[in-house]
């Protein structure tokens, strides 16, 4: 079965920097996606990045950009810049191939903390 | 389009008790899945339909039943509440499951407490 880990349950960066969090992930399926998504106080689930497992050419969305090693199961995130609004839980997401489900496994979460 | 929109935001009930959480997209998605969120857990698949009358079970089903009578609605009862189930409860829907990639659209959430 697939597993999502994120080692970190807390981080903090200070407002202008650059941080990254970590999610490493297990699988036997040769083609997936996963995901970074951002879940703010509100609680509403926010698509941050995706990667495509087959795509060689980590992905960028604007200060967000990911480092994808397909043979070590490794997939962090990077937030260059960081804002006061950057603050938030982020969950690193393994999406199931098998059987055409389309089901997310999500890992713990980490908690990022933007100082000012 | 609304978009995924969940219904109540916001319940308490007593041990025993049951309801439903609603959920309705308006995207003419055919997948649609429910999800809860504990605290530390991440999130944890509950059950899924890839269509109109089709739903299965996933990680976490126990406790729970669906019905997916029409592409629009996706209901989520809870038999007889428990505390175990106090949590915040997650829609999602996507175009459809399959191997293609499609965003999955998350509702707003309902927050549960069973005392």
């Known amino acids: 079965a697939q597993t999502v880990t994120q080692s970190q349950p807390e981080m903090s960066v200070q407002e202008a920097e650059t941080v990254t969090l970590s999610c490493t992930y297990d699988?036997?399926?040769?083609?997936?996606?996963l995901f970074w998504y951002k879940q703010p106080p509100s609680r509403q689930m926010i698509l941050v990045i995706r990667?495509?497992?087959?795509?060689?050419q980590n992905a960028t969305e604007n200060r967000f950009s990911v480092n994808f090693q397909k043979a070590a199961k490794s997939f962090s995130l990077k937030i260059s810049d960081s804002q006061l609004g950057d603050a938030a839980m982020y969950f690193c997401?393994?999406?199931?191939?098998?059987?055409?489900?389309?089901?997310?496994?999500f890992g713990k979460g980490t908690k990022l903390s933007v100082k000012p | 389009n609304a978009g995924v929109t969940q219904t109540p935001k916001f319940q308490v009930l007593k041990t025993g008790q049951s309801m439903t959480l609603q959920c309705a997209q308006d995207?003419?998605?055919?997948?649609m899945s429910w999800y809860r969120q504990d605290p530390g857990m991440g999130l944890r698949l509950i059950h899924y339909?890839?269509?109109?009358?089709?739903?299965d079970q996933g990680e976490v089903p126990n406790g729970y039943n669906v019905s997916r009578s029409t592409t629009e609605d996706f209901p989520l009862r809870l038999l007889s509440a428990a505390p175990s189930q106090t949590s915040v409860y997650f829609c999602?829907?996507?175009?459809?499951?399959?191997?293609?990639?499609?965003?999955?659209?998350f509702g707003p959430g309902t927050r549960l407490t069973v005392l």
């Open positions: 339909s890839v269509g109109a009358g089709i739903t």
């Open positions: 999602a829907s996507s175009y459809s499951a399959g191997t293609s990639y499609n965003e999955q659209f």
């Open positions: 699988t036997s399926e040769s083609d997936y996606y």
């Open positions: 997401a393994y999406r199931i191939m098998e059987g055409s489900q389309g089901n997310l496994i």
């Open positions: 990667q495509e497992a087959y795509k060689q």
């Open positions: 995207m003419n998605h055919e997948y």
